[in-house]
């Protein structure tokens, strides 16, 4: 991902709304892969491949991830956006 100031690629961009869809459908599911695929309109086999491509695993009831794109996320900044939001009263 990219550093502070700049944009992330569409791909970075996706892959960030990809792990935050899949965390959240897992959660509310509670692992439950067949429930999140339906939820997600994904077959089961996608949200196992998206849970292995970033390092997401449930189980017990416990979530468990790669933390390394989630921090980069948080290292980046919109300054387009933010610039523009200071604007509005």
Excluded at 33 to 43: P, T
């Amino acid at each position: 991902m990219q550093k502070s100031g700049k944009l992330l690629t569409l791909t970075e961009a996706r892959d960030l709304l990809d792990i935050l869809y899949l965390i959240n459908a897992l959660i509310k599911n509670k692992g439950n892969v067949s429930r999140v695929a339906e939820e997600l309109d994904l077959g089961r086999r996608t949200i196992y491949d998206l849970m292995e491509k970033y390092g997401i695993s449930f189980s017990d009831d416990r979530l468990s991830l790669q933390l390394t794109p989630l921090i980069q996320y948080l290292e980046f900044r919109a300054p387009y956006i933010e610039s523009y939001l200071d604007q509005i009263d």
